[in-house]
């Protein structure tokens, strides 16, 4: 049977090897989660460019759009005898190149706003990736000092022979 100071000392020892696990599984966890938000925020990189490129190709369409239905409109004017250089009918075709243009800058600027969008994730992933690696160094440094108090403590504990 064992002396009560070598069972307090191996109780200890258990528990600064418990106190070294739990540290590891804290950092690990730590690193995991920095690195899953690593990831995040090159997902979201990405996912903005998509939208930035989305945005510009449904611009481009809509504009192209927009010119072929005013060109059509010349052409069922012009057919029809109407001059489509004054008055009324130029109005007419000139607000609904206008209305075009509108139509062009709002796709243009909500894929910009989608953009923004994609892009303050990614920041605030990487802002957490920073946060969870900062905690698991924090952890690593914490678990130390755990690893060691408990060593002194056992230590001590032995020494007098509690």
């Known amino acids: 049977m064992c002396e009560?100071?070598?069972?307090?000392?191996l109780s200890g020892g258990v528990s600064a090897i418990g106190s070294g696990v739990s540290t590891y599984s804290k950092v690990a966890a730590g690193r995991a989660q920095a690195s899953i938000n690593r990831?995040?925020?090159?997902?979201?990189?990405?996912q903005a460019q998509d939208a930035r490129y989305r945005g510009s190709v449904e611009e481009t369409q809509q504009r192209l759009a927009g010119a072929a239905q005013l060109?059509?409109?010349k052409v069922v004017m012009a057919a029809n005898g109407v001059d489509i250089s004054s008055g009324s009918p130029l109005s007419v075709l000139e607000g609904q190149a206008m209305l075009n243009e509108i139509d062009a800058q709002i796709i243009r600027t909500n894929a910009e706003r989608e953009e923004q969008f994609y892009q303050?994730?990614?920041v605030d992933f990487q802002n957490q990736g920073r946060?969870?690696?900062?905690g698991a160094t924090f952890?690593?440094?914490g678990g130390g000092f755990d690893v060691i108090s408990t060593g002194f403590e056992a230590a001590s504990q032995y020494r007098n022979g509690a």
Not at 39 to 46: F, G, I
Not at 131 to 134: C, F, P, S, T, V
Request: glycine share 4%; net charge positive.
């Open 139 to 141: 952890a690593a440094i």
């Open 131 to 134: 946060i969870a690696d900062r």
């Open 120 to 122: 303050r994730r990614g």
């Open 71 to 73: 060109s059509r409109a």
């Open 39 to 46: 990831y995040n925020a090159r997902v979201q990189e990405v």
């Open 4 to 9: 009560p100071a070598t069972l307090l000392a």
